[in-house]
């Protein structure tokens, strides 16, 4: 039992970069007793500082622990260190891991396949955070078996208050992270700075603009409820911004940001689906039809 009275769990953390290292001095200090592997060896020498154990291969982990959280640079590293455990005569006969390496729907999918002969439960899960949020606020979303889940929640709650089972469905936590991390947050970051260069070639300084970004910030939570509220009814009519309106307002916006000597990429792309969603009947809905647009293939 840890000072809380919780259970001390024995859990494993393969790869020790920026990430793990935050994972595993989070397991750490929640009190459990953590197992730790990094290709790089030295990686491990704060963690054992800090009370980790460290492992000379990876097998050794998986066998020594309850449940191992892989955080590796990609899929294939993943893939290859499994392969390795796979191979060799001292693995487990059975163990659980959480893969929390940065991937897409696909890779979670083959993975589960690869592993389904192997013994080796397996729950995917995908990091919305940096690693100064983990061990306290952290968005950890995990999909796979909900047993599993259940059987390792109380340990996997010390990832970061926002730790999340997302379903069964494996894929849906690289799901979300695709969709919100990658295609919402960071292409919301990469148009702060499209348009903090823009302000630039006028000698306004990024300072100035916050308090502008911040009000059109608060502004997105309402609109993003409203879009999906939108999305879900199927309901499109607007009262207060039609697509054509948008429209020619991002041309302007867009040819405004070019004349500067600038390119307006993500202006200009967005100006692609106003005009799509024009082109497909949508000219006085709301922006949300930019949705309708986008998956009229599939009608979800
Ligand atoms: N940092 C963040 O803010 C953040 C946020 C969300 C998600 N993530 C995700 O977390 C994962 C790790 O990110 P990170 O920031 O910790 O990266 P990192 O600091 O570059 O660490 C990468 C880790 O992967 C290991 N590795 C790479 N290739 C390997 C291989 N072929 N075999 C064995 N080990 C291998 C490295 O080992 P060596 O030390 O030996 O090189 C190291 O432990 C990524 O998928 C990333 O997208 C990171």
Redesign the pocket.
Known sequence: MNGKGERMARIGVL??????SAIAEAFLVAGHSVIVW???AS?AERLVELGASAAGTPTEVLAESELTVI????YR?VR??LDEINGDSRRPAAATVLN???GDAPAAIELRSHLAPTGIMYLDGA?L???RAIGADADVVIAGPETVWDAHRPVLMSLGSGTAFVGEQIEHANVIDTSITGSFFCVAMGAFYEATAYAARSGMTADKLVPYALRWTDQLRTEIENGAREIVSGDYTTDQAAVVTYEKAIAMITESIQHSGQPAHLNAALLENLRAAMAAGHGRDSLAAIHATLTKDVGA
């Open positions: 790869g020790l970069g920026l990430m793990g990094n290709r790089t990686k955080v590796l640079s990609d590293s290859d260190v929390l390496t940065t990091i955070a940096y690693p």
